[in-house]
Protein backbone atom coordinates (compact mmCIF):
# COMPACT_ATOMS: atom_id res chain seq x y z
CA UNK A 1 0.00 0.00 0.00
CA UNK A 2 1.43 3.50 -0.86
CA UNK A 3 2.09 5.88 1.53
CA UNK A 4 0.15 8.70 2.41
CA UNK A 5 1.06 11.96 0.34
CA UNK A 6 2.61 14.69 2.26
CA UNK A 7 4.53 18.00 0.70
CA UNK A 8 8.47 17.07 0.76
CA UNK A 9 8.75 20.58 2.75
CA UNK A 10 6.80 23.86 3.72
CA UNK A 11 8.93 26.66 5.49
CA UNK A 12 7.30 30.07 7.54
CA UNK A 13 8.73 32.50 8.78
CA UNK A 14 8.78 33.16 12.82
CA UNK A 15 5.03 34.10 13.59
CA UNK A 16 3.58 33.31 10.63
CA UNK A 17 1.06 29.81 10.32
CA UNK A 18 1.60 26.84 7.75
CA UNK A 19 -0.47 24.26 6.89
CA UNK A 20 0.85 20.82 5.96
CA UNK A 21 -1.74 19.06 3.84
CA UNK A 22 -1.87 14.46 4.02
CA UNK A 23 -3.54 13.08 0.73
CA UNK A 24 -5.23 9.20 1.46
CA UNK A 25 -7.97 7.76 0.07
CA UNK A 26 -11.74 6.08 0.78
CA UNK A 27 -9.87 3.68 2.08
CA UNK A 28 -7.76 5.17 4.62
CA UNK A 29 -7.81 9.13 5.51
CA UNK A 30 -11.63 9.19 3.83
CA UNK A 31 -13.05 6.61 5.50
CA UNK A 32 -11.73 6.68 9.36
CA UNK A 33 -10.97 9.94 12.01
CA UNK A 34 -8.26 8.28 13.22
CA UNK A 35 -5.67 10.76 11.84
CA UNK A 36 -2.69 11.44 13.87
CA UNK A 37 0.82 13.55 13.58
CA UNK A 38 3.99 13.23 14.73
CA UNK A 39 6.49 15.98 14.82
CA UNK A 40 10.37 14.45 14.84
CA UNK A 41 13.68 16.54 15.36
CA UNK A 42 16.96 14.96 13.81
CA UNK A 43 17.67 12.14 15.71
CA UNK A 44 14.94 11.84 18.02
CA UNK A 45 11.70 9.22 18.17
CA UNK A 46 8.67 11.06 17.08
CA UNK A 47 6.15 12.74 18.87
CA UNK A 48 2.52 12.23 19.12
CA UNK A 49 1.44 15.85 18.28
CA UNK A 50 -2.39 14.87 17.31
CA UNK A 51 -4.83 12.40 17.59
CA UNK A 52 -8.67 11.64 15.99
CA UNK A 53 -7.70 14.35 13.57
CA UNK A 54 -8.24 17.14 15.83
CA UNK A 55 -7.02 16.37 19.33
CA UNK A 56 -4.30 17.52 21.49
CA UNK A 57 -2.80 14.96 23.96
CA UNK A 58 -1.90 16.83 27.14
CA UNK A 59 0.89 19.05 26.92
CA UNK A 60 0.90 19.70 23.27
CA UNK A 61 0.68 23.64 22.39
CA UNK A 62 -2.84 25.24 20.96
CA UNK A 63 -0.59 26.59 18.17
CA UNK A 64 -0.68 23.07 16.63
CA UNK A 65 -4.44 21.91 14.97
CA UNK A 66 -5.93 20.00 12.94
CA UNK A 67 -8.68 19.32 10.26
CA UNK A 68 -9.90 16.96 7.64
CA UNK A 69 -12.13 17.07 4.15
CA UNK A 70 -12.45 14.06 2.42
CA UNK A 71 -9.37 12.17 1.62
CA UNK A 72 -7.16 14.97 2.68
CA UNK A 73 -6.35 15.66 6.27
CA UNK A 74 -4.45 19.04 7.70
CA UNK A 75 -1.73 19.95 10.06
CA UNK A 76 -1.51 23.89 10.84
CA UNK A 77 1.01 25.32 13.21
CA UNK A 78 0.32 28.95 14.16
CA UNK A 79 2.94 31.68 15.52
CA UNK A 80 5.89 29.70 13.98
CA UNK A 81 9.04 29.38 16.24
CA UNK A 82 12.14 28.34 16.08
CA UNK A 83 11.99 24.81 17.40
CA UNK A 84 9.26 24.01 15.42
CA UNK A 85 11.21 23.16 12.24
CA UNK A 86 11.41 19.61 12.05
CA UNK A 87 9.89 16.58 10.23
CA UNK A 88 6.15 15.78 10.29
CA UNK A 89 4.63 12.81 9.84
CA UNK A 90 0.57 11.90 9.59
CA UNK A 91 -0.88 8.46 9.95
CA UNK A 92 -4.01 6.85 9.04
CA UNK A 93 -5.61 3.83 10.02
CA UNK A 94 -6.49 2.03 7.23
CA UNK A 95 -8.76 -0.94 6.02
CA UNK A 96 -5.78 -3.18 4.60
CA UNK A 97 -3.99 -5.80 5.93
CA UNK A 98 -1.19 -2.58 7.01
CA UNK A 99 -3.44 -1.52 9.70
CA UNK A 100 -1.41 1.77 10.24
CA UNK A 101 -0.34 3.76 7.07
CA UNK A 102 2.13 6.62 7.54
CA UNK A 103 2.50 9.78 5.17
CA UNK A 104 6.33 10.24 3.81
CA UNK A 105 6.92 13.13 6.36
CA UNK A 106 7.27 17.15 5.64
CA UNK A 107 10.26 18.99 6.68
CA UNK A 108 9.53 22.00 7.99
CA UNK A 109 11.93 25.11 7.66
CA UNK A 110 11.72 27.75 10.11
CA UNK A 111 13.36 30.99 7.93
CA UNK B 1 6.30 7.83 34.27
CA UNK B 2 6.12 5.72 31.57
CA UNK B 3 9.81 4.93 30.12
CA UNK B 4 10.29 2.17 27.40
CA UNK B 5 14.23 1.13 27.14
CA UNK B 6 15.27 -0.55 24.06
CA UNK B 7 18.30 -2.95 23.43
CA UNK B 8 21.41 -1.77 21.93
CA UNK B 9 22.88 -1.60 18.65
CA UNK B 10 23.11 -4.60 16.56
CA UNK B 11 25.15 -5.21 13.58
CA UNK B 12 23.67 -8.22 11.00
CA UNK B 13 25.14 -10.00 8.38
CA UNK B 14 22.59 -10.54 5.60
CA UNK B 15 20.28 -13.78 5.73
CA UNK B 16 20.27 -13.40 9.71
CA UNK B 17 17.81 -12.92 11.93
CA UNK B 18 17.60 -10.16 14.62
CA UNK B 19 15.81 -9.69 18.18
CA UNK B 20 15.06 -6.15 19.69
CA UNK B 21 13.93 -5.62 23.20
CA UNK B 22 11.73 -3.17 25.00
CA UNK B 23 11.11 -3.30 28.62
CA UNK B 24 8.59 -0.94 29.80
CA UNK B 25 8.03 0.55 33.10
CA UNK B 26 5.64 3.20 35.08
CA UNK B 27 2.85 2.15 33.61
CA UNK B 28 0.61 -1.18 33.41
CA UNK B 29 1.68 -3.33 31.07
CA UNK B 30 -1.05 -5.91 30.45
CA UNK B 31 -3.33 -2.49 29.63
CA UNK B 32 -1.57 -1.24 26.43
CA UNK B 33 -0.97 -2.85 22.87
CA UNK B 34 2.71 -2.01 22.26
CA UNK B 35 3.65 -1.23 18.06
CA UNK B 36 6.74 -1.38 16.36
CA UNK B 37 7.88 1.61 14.54
CA UNK B 38 10.91 1.63 11.77
CA UNK B 39 12.75 4.07 9.83
CA UNK B 40 15.71 3.69 7.40
CA UNK B 41 18.61 6.23 7.38
CA UNK B 42 17.05 9.80 5.29
CA UNK B 43 13.25 8.02 4.84
CA UNK B 44 10.15 7.94 6.73
CA UNK B 45 8.45 5.79 9.57
CA UNK B 46 6.94 2.37 8.47
CA UNK B 47 4.83 0.57 10.97
CA UNK B 48 5.33 -2.86 11.13
CA UNK B 49 2.51 -4.18 13.25
CA UNK B 50 1.21 -4.65 17.04
CA UNK B 51 1.20 -6.71 20.00
CA UNK B 52 -1.61 -7.22 22.85
CA UNK B 53 0.22 -7.80 25.96
CA UNK B 54 -2.55 -9.39 27.54
CA UNK B 55 -3.45 -12.40 25.11
CA UNK B 56 0.03 -11.87 23.16
CA UNK B 57 -2.12 -11.92 19.95
CA UNK B 58 -0.37 -10.23 16.94
CA UNK B 59 -1.68 -8.08 13.99
CA UNK B 60 1.70 -7.63 11.43
CA UNK B 61 1.36 -5.00 8.45
CA UNK B 62 1.77 -6.97 5.08
CA UNK B 63 4.70 -6.42 4.15
CA UNK B 64 6.66 -8.58 6.96
CA UNK B 65 4.27 -10.78 7.63
CA UNK B 66 6.45 -14.47 7.67
CA UNK B 67 9.52 -12.24 8.47
CA UNK B 68 8.50 -10.65 12.10
CA UNK B 69 7.58 -12.50 14.99
CA UNK B 70 6.49 -10.10 18.06
CA UNK B 71 6.53 -11.38 21.90
CA UNK B 72 6.40 -10.27 24.96
CA UNK B 73 7.32 -11.51 28.48
CA UNK B 74 5.02 -10.64 31.18
CA UNK B 75 7.36 -11.64 33.99
CA UNK B 76 9.89 -9.04 33.06
CA UNK B 77 7.63 -6.07 31.63
CA UNK B 78 9.48 -6.66 28.18
CA UNK B 79 8.49 -7.31 24.31
CA UNK B 80 10.21 -7.98 21.73
CA UNK B 81 10.54 -8.31 18.17
CA UNK B 82 12.47 -10.90 15.85
CA UNK B 83 12.93 -9.95 12.23
CA UNK B 84 14.06 -12.93 9.62
CA UNK B 85 16.26 -13.16 6.47
CA UNK B 86 17.73 -9.97 6.81
CA UNK B 87 18.60 -7.80 4.05
CA UNK B 88 20.39 -4.32 3.34
CA UNK B 89 17.05 -2.83 3.26
CA UNK B 90 16.09 -4.01 6.96
CA UNK B 91 18.95 -1.45 7.60
CA UNK B 92 17.10 1.26 10.13
CA UNK B 93 16.30 2.63 13.54
CA UNK B 94 13.57 0.44 15.10
CA UNK B 95 11.15 1.51 17.70
CA UNK B 96 9.00 0.33 20.07
CA UNK B 97 6.03 2.32 21.10
CA UNK B 98 2.90 2.51 22.86
CA UNK B 99 -0.60 2.80 21.97
CA UNK B 100 -2.34 5.36 23.27
CA UNK B 101 -5.61 4.20 24.60
CA UNK B 102 -5.98 1.54 27.84
CA UNK B 103 -7.32 -1.72 26.71
CA UNK B 104 -8.04 -0.94 23.12
CA UNK B 105 -6.67 -0.40 20.17
CA UNK B 106 -6.12 3.74 18.41
CA UNK B 107 -3.35 3.33 16.18
CA UNK B 108 -1.81 6.46 17.52
CA UNK B 109 1.09 6.03 19.23
CA UNK B 110 1.86 8.23 22.65
CA UNK B 111 5.13 6.84 24.28
CA UNK B 112 8.04 6.38 22.31
CA UNK B 113 11.51 3.84 23.07
CA UNK B 114 14.74 5.64 22.60
CA UNK B 115 15.11 3.48 19.34
CA UNK B 116 17.69 0.53 18.54
CA UNK B 117 20.01 0.80 15.14
CA UNK B 118 19.95 -2.09 13.35
CA UNK B 119 22.90 -2.62 10.88
CA UNK B 120 22.58 -5.24 7.97
CA UNK B 121 26.09 -5.45 6.30
CA UNK B 122 28.19 -8.01 4.34
Known amino acids: ?111 | QVQLVQSGAEVRKPGASVKVSCKASGYTFSGFHMHWVRQAPGQGLEWMGIINPSGGDTNYAQKFQGRVTMTRDTSTSTFYMELSSLTSDDTAVYWCTRDRVFFSRSWTFDFWGQGTLVTVSS
Open chain 1, 1 to 111: QSALTQPASVSGSPGQSITISCTGTGSDVGAYNSVSWYQQHPDKAPKLLLYDVDNRPSGISNRFSGSKSGNTASLTISGLQAEDEADYYCTSYTSSDTRVIFGGGTTLTVL
